[in-house]
């Protein structure tokens, strides 16, 4: 099952690179004030109709086209993760692919087309990186265990904004030795492959991290809410090489309960 979503992530990002800095994107506004192109729906369409023939009897969640199906077993999709970026022509967005059962994150993949760098996971087969054709290594975090050592990363100060906890970026940002503003899923890569040490998302959606969880912690390191639940379905997100997860919790635990 781990080929079939390495390989499902890779056609839909294949669609991604057709339009990528290209003029026939055709951006248009959502609800929530966020952007869709065309190669956002055009991915998921693929994603699905690869699955649905594939698994018929599973249910699909994806961001662009909402649930479908009532199975316990569920793929969770995003087919450009960090759609402004992509929009603008930076190649940090990505595709995510990620499948739960019974309500536990068992597979994800996290694949970036236009640096085609991929990185994937299932439930006791550890996390894997691979860029472009060349043979896969062993992902693992980082084993950096002081905030003074660590590199943080966060998609957005607009985030924080929105959240209403604008003044916490630059206070947790002066915890650490090092951070940067690398976009969405690509920060999360970093962590799971030992270049960073931990990604602080103030908003984030389940399919945004669905994917991701499973990686993570296949790469040894941990996935939370800012109050230390490992659900996916909450609205903040902390990932980690683990070795500074709980000081962050700490830090983070009082604005989580004015996000929630």
Not at 145 to 164: I, P, Q, W
Request: charged share 25%; proline share 3%.
């Amino acid at each position: 099952m781990l080929d079939f979503a390495v390989d499902a992530a890779r056609q839909a990002g294949e669609v991604t690179l057709r339009y990528f800095r290209h003029d026939a994107l055709e951006v248009t506004g959502k609800a929530d004030g966020t952007s869709v192109t065309r190669a956002d729906r055009e991915a998921e369409s693929q994603l699905r109709s690869l699955i649905e023939t594939r698994f018929p009897s599973h249910s699909i969640m994806g961001e662009e086209q909402g649930q479908s199906g009532h199975s316990s077993t569920r793929w969770i999709l995003d087919p450009v993760d960090g759609t402004f970026s992509f929009v603008r022509g930076v190649p940090l967005y990505g595709t995510l692919v990620g499948l739960e059962r019974d309500g536990e994150m068992v597979l994800g993949v996290l694949y970036m087309p236009a640096l085609d760098e991929l990185v994937y996971a299932a439930r006791g087969l550890g996390a894997w990186h691979r860029v472009g054709r060349v043979t896969e290594t062993r992902a693992r975090v980082s084993s950096v265990a002081s905030l003074d050592e660590a590199l943080m990363c966060t998609t957005s100060s607009d985030y924080f904004r929105k959240a209403g906890i604008a003044g916490l970026l630059p206070e947790l940002a002066g915890k650490f030795g090092h951070n940067r503003g690398w976009s969405d899923c690509y920060a999360a890569l970093l962590v799971a492959t030992g270049r960073a040490e931990a990604v602080v998302e103030p908003l984030i959606h389940p399919w945004d991290v669905a994917a991701i969880k499973p990686i993570i912690e296949e790469a040894g390191g941990r996935y939370s809410d800012w109050s230390g639940d490992g659900s996916i379905h909450r609205p903040t997100a902390l990932m980690s090489n683990g070795l500074v997860h709980d000081e962050l919790i700490a830090m983070l635990h009082a604005s989580a309960a004015e996000i929630q």
